[in-house]
């Protein structure tokens, strides 16, 4: 049951704005927060069902101004591994400890940023090599298993890409298309758990204008921002999103 009060929306606004906001021009890494936070005022299930139409919605907005811009082979690899993910995510939805997951993917998300910020202050000086695919198609696979049962697939989706060393806008390019598929993948498995009930439906409906509005913000923020200061940003909120998931993990 969904209470559409002043408290419900007040909280589910700033949610689903903030989500639009990531995933239009910082790289979906922030935008899981949208659930757990919906989840302080509704059911942790209700929050899930809720969130998956607008994220949808916001993908198929900020599709447009990427359009053809993201690196293909990349998203392909990640998207082949998402599909299992999401299967797996699926078949272990309802007895997978997720808070042992937060935790998994939480320290990975530290971990990268601080191995990067011990790269820049000359603490480390590791050899150039490429990214292995397999590493592609693990990071594939955490993300679709992760967005299913949390919509917390953006950090080890963006570990990948961040390690890639690609340019801000095909970074975000890339972003919004694996994501984009892996919520459509989601969507029948969701209907087929009723995730979806006739109370979150009715409430996306209020609370799209709200989504595409922080869709169009993003979009902006990321046409305006240099380059390195969008990667600081997107490192911010990688610290901030692994540090959330450890602290959901551990409480």
């Given at each position: 049951?969904?209470?559409?009060?002043?408290?419900?929306?007040?909280?589910?606004?700033?949610?689903?704005?903030?989500?639009?906001?990531?995933?239009?021009?910082f790289g979906s890494g922030a935008?899981?927060?949208?659930?757990?936070?919906?989840?302080?005022?509704?059911?942790?299930?209700?929050?899930?069902?809720?969130?998956?139409?607008?994220?949808?919605?916001?993908?198929?907005?900020?599709?447009?101004?990427?359009?053809?811009?993201?690196?293909?082979?990349?998203?392909?690899?990640?998207?082949?591994?998402?599909?299992?993910?999401?299967?797996?995510?699926?078949?272990?939805?309802?007895?997978?400890?997720?808070?042992?997951?937060?935790?998994?993917?939480?320290?990975?998300?530290?971990?990268?940023?601080?191995?990067?910020?011990?790269?820049?202050?000359?603490?480390?000086?590791?050899?150039?090599?490429?990214?292995?695919?397999?590493?592609?198609?693990?990071?594939?696979?955490?993300?679709?298993?992760?967005?299913?049962?949390?919509?917390?697939?953006?950090?080890?989706?963006?570990?990948?890409?961040?390690?890639?060393?690609?340019?801000?806008?095909?970074?975000?390019?890339?972003?919004?298309?694996?994501?984009?598929?892996?919520?459509?993948?989601?969507?029948?498995?969701?209907?087929?758990?009723?995730?979806?009930?006739?109370?979150?439906?009715?409430?996306?409906?209020?609370?799209?204008?709200?989504?595409?509005?922080?869709?169009?913000?993003?979009?902006?923020?990321?046409?305006?921002?240099?380059?390195?200061?969008?990667?600081?940003?997107?490192?911010?909120?990688?610290?901030?999103?692994?540090?959330?998931?450890?602290?959901?993990?551990?409480?």
């Amino acid at each position: 049951m969904v209470h559409m009060d002043v408290t419900f929306f007040a909280v589910a606004v700033f949610a689903v704005m903030f989500a639009g906001l990531s995933k239009g021009g910082f790289g979906s890494g922030a935008a899981f927060a949208a659930a757990p936070i919906l989840a302080l005022i509704v059911p942790p299930g209700v929050a899930l069902g809720l969130m998956l139409p607008l994220l949808m919605l916001v993908d198929l907005t900020v599709l447009r101004p990427y359009w053809r811009r993201w690196h293909g082979p990349t998203a392909l690899l990640l998207i082949a591994g998402a599909v299992p993910g999401v299967g797996l995510g699926m078949l272990l939805y309802r007895v997978a400890d997720p808070d042992l997951l937060r935790l998994l993917i939480g320290c990975v998300a530290l971990g990268f940023v601080g191995f990067q910020l011990a790269v820049r202050i000359g603490l480390l000086r590791p050899r150039q090599r490429a990214v292995s695919p397999v590493a592609g198609a693990v990071a594939g696979v955490a993300g679709g298993f992760t967005s299913f049962i949390s919509h917390a697939g953006g950090p080890p989706v963006a570990v990948y890409l961040l390690a890639k060393g690609l340019d801000k806008t095909t970074y975000q390019a890339t972003t919004v298309l694996v994501f984009w598929a892996i919520n459509i993948v989601k969507f029948i498995p969701y209907a087929m758990l009723g995730v979806f009930t006739r109370d979150t439906l009715v409430a996306d409906l209020y609370l799209a204008p709200f989504a595409l509005l922080g869709a169009w913000l993003g979009v902006k923020a990321h046409r305006r921002i240099p380059e390195g200061l969008f990667f600081g940003l997107t490192y911010v909120l990688l610290v901030l999103t692994g540090g959330k998931l450890i602290w959901d993990a551990l409480s």
